[in-house]
């Protein structure tokens, strides 16, 4: 191997196995928290990342961590939840923000849910897809 390819392959070793599995990164709304998120929600994230990927194209929009208004007792606040984007969100001409496509955020959720173990729950909401991560209390 020549210096160059040695060095080439050093940083693509550099880079790590997530690029080869997560082509694109997942996007962060302005303004959410991920500082805190518990590392039970990094396969969360993945799984979304990828379902939307092959669902649109596009990586997903992570719109939600720990901060926002959430229900009293919420595990955002834990840091065991997330919000993404759902798929269909279109924002018109005028700025005004319409989910035109309840089918694909459906399938956006369904899909998310058979990906992650059954600790998880996912729920499409009316304009996100929550996530959280709640196994059975012992
Ligand atoms: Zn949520």
């Known amino acids: 191997m020549q210096m160059r390819e040695l060095a080439?392959?050093?940083?693509?070793a550099g880079l790590g196995l997530a690029l080869v599995s997560r082509p694109a990164k997942a996007l962060v709304k302005d303004g959410v928290q991920l500082d805190g998120l518990e590392p039970e929600m990094?396969?969360?994230?993945?799984?979304?990342?990828?379902?939307a990927?092959?669902?649109?194209?596009?990586?997903?929009?992570?719109t939600?961590?720990?901060e926002g208004e959430h229900g009293e007792g919420s595990l955002h606040f834990e840091?065991?939840?997330?919000d993404v984007r759902?798929?269909?969100r279109h924002v018109d001409q005028f700025g005004g923000v319409h989910f035109i496509d309840l089918a694909l955020a459906e399938r956006q959720a369904?899909?998310?849910?058979?990906?992650?173990?059954?600790?998880f729950d996912v729920v499409l909401e009316a304009t996100h897809v929550h996530i959280e991560f709640d196994p059975p209390h012992a």
């Open 86 to 88: 759902r798929l269909d």
């Open 53 to 62: 990927l092959e669902l649109s194209g596009e990586p997903t929009t992570i």
């Open 42 to 51: 990094v396969p969360a994230v993945h799984v979304a990342n990828s379902v």
């Open 8 to 12: 080439l392959f050093a940083g693509l």
């Open 64 to 66: 939600s961590g720990l």
């Open 79 to 82: 840091g065991l939840a997330v």
């Open 110 to 119: 369904r899909a998310i849910r058979a990906a992650l173990p059954s600790d």
